[in-house]
């Protein structure tokens, strides 16, 4: 069955800086911070879920990196290099979703269910050291966002909610030249190996499907991430037979997250300035993430990959997006477009 999920991250609010939201982050014993904060990481995942998304993952206003570093770098946090202690591999914005989660229940008589997402042993090990690799290190840091996986699967279980989904986000692999199968098996298998055990559906989120052949070997990893709205071409760089063979499936994307390029598009074709009105910016959404051009990406992923394709949804994150009203007006086209789709219109 298909399921449509996002990536995660999310614009903030207007008026709200990215300087105030690491502050905040790092003074949350202070009720001047941690209220507002946890106030507008609610209010992002009830715009989430109004728009439509059916496994939303918890808002990320942090930066990817930062978030999962700065704790595992901290040696007041760790019991040994770079391997972080299960009671400091916390994810703060689940916290802050446990009372919306609460009134969702109460509301819908059902429990929330959501998607997490961390950042992959790869992308964290190349952004803190240089080339080689030394397993050591790169496995701490693997079991250390397993920790952060852990963590995130039993804190929603006492609060009564779900983690459906778990993605790895490794952005760089196929795109940094410096990345080497040398270590990624045996990393993304250390990362996963909580949530397997679990039984939690493993993502791994890719800018480029190039290793995806080595991943299919990684038996945590369930779900493949494709971002196909914006590069249809890169399913012609997976092949069906090779999923089915490992029993691998897909997350396609069908709707396009790179506003800058779509703006530029729109600009020089209709020779506008698209950053200087917003009604312009409403314009291109609608034009390049009508419901309609959804379901025809849907169409065409499904036309090549059938029953292997398990989740589908915006490419990537919505951070870079200038304002929440355009973030919202993409994730409710998607969902309409999906729901066009499974009605055959």
């Known amino acids: 069955m298909l399921i449509y999920d996002d990536i995660g991250s999310y614009p903030l609010p207007e008026g709200t800086s990215r300087e105030w939201i690491q502050e905040a982050f790092a003074n949350l014993s202070s009720p001047?911070?941690?209220?507002?904060?946890?106030?507008?990481?609610?209010?992002?995942?009830w715009q989430k879920i109004n728009a439509g998304v059916e496994l939303p993952n918890?808002?990320?206003?942090?930066?990817?990196?930062?978030?999962?570093?700065?704790?595992?770098?901290?040696?007041?946090?760790?019991?040994?290099?770079l391997l972080i202690r299960e009671g400091e591999a916390k994810i703060v914005e689940l916290e802050a979703i446990d009372e919306l989660a609460a009134r969702y229940r109460a509301a819908k008589g059902e429990s929330l269910k959501l998607r997490i997402?961390?950042?992959?042993?790869?992308?964290?090990?190349?952004?803190?050291?240089?080339?080689?690799?030394?397993?050591?290190?790169?496995?701490?840091?693997?079991?250390?966002?397993?920790?952060?996986?852990?963590?995130?699967?039993?804190h929603a279980?006492?609060?009564?909610?779900?983690?459906?989904?778990?993605?790895?986000?490794?952005?760089?692999?196929?795109?940094?030249p410096r990345i080497d199968e040398e270590g990624v098996i045996e990393a993304l298998e250390a990362a996963s190996e909580y949530a397997f055990i679990s039984g939690v559906?493993?993502?791994?989120?890719?800018?480029?499907?190039?290793?995806?052949?080595?991943?299919?070997?990684?038996?945590?990893?369930?779900?493949?991430?494709?971002?196909s709205a914006a590069n249809p071409s890169l399913l012609e760089l997976i092949e069906k037979k090779?999923?089915?063979?490992?029993?691998?499936?897909?997350?396609?994307?069908?709707?396009r997250t790179d506003i800058l390029s779509m703006a530029a598009e729109y600009d020089e074709l209709h020779h506008t300035s698209a950053f200087k009105d917003?009604?312009?910016?409403?314009?291109?959404?609608?034009?390049?993430?009508?419901?309609?051009?959804?379901?025809?990406?849907?169409?065409h992923a499904y036309s090549i990959f059938d029953d292997r394709i398990r989740y589908a949804g915006p490419d990537c994150g919505l951070r870079s997006f200038p304002g929440q009203e355009l973030a919202f007006m993409l994730l409710k086209n998607t969902a309409a477009g999906i729901r066009a789709f499974r009605a055959g219109e």
């Open 117 to 154: 997402c961390v950042t992959g042993p790869i992308e964290l090990y190349y952004n803190l050291f240089q080339p080689p690799v030394y397993m050591d290190i790169l496995l701490n840091i693997a079991r250390s966002v397993s920790r952060f996986i852990k963590y995130s699967i039993e």
């Open 58 to 81: 918890y808002p990320q206003f942090q930066n990817m990196l930062t978030q999962f570093s700065d704790p595992i770098m901290d040696d007041a946090r760790t019991e040994a290099p």
């Open 201 to 227: 559906d493993t993502q791994i989120h890719l800018h480029s499907p190039i290793f995806y052949e080595l991943v299919c070997q990684v038996r945590g990893i369930r779900v493949i991430g494709v971002e």
């Open 242 to 255: 090779q999923l089915e063979q490992y029993d691998k499936f897909l997350r396609v994307g069908i709707a």
């Open 157 to 176: 279980r006492s609060c009564h909610y779900e983690i459906g989904c778990v993605s790895i986000d490794e952005p760089s692999m196929g795109l940094d």
């Open 32 to 45: 001047a911070y941690r209220e507002p904060l946890y106030g507008m990481i609610g209010d992002a995942m």
């Open 278 to 299: 917003r009604a312009i910016l409403k314009a291109i959404m609608e034009d390049y993430n009508s419901p309609e051009r959804v379901k025809r990406r849907l169409e």
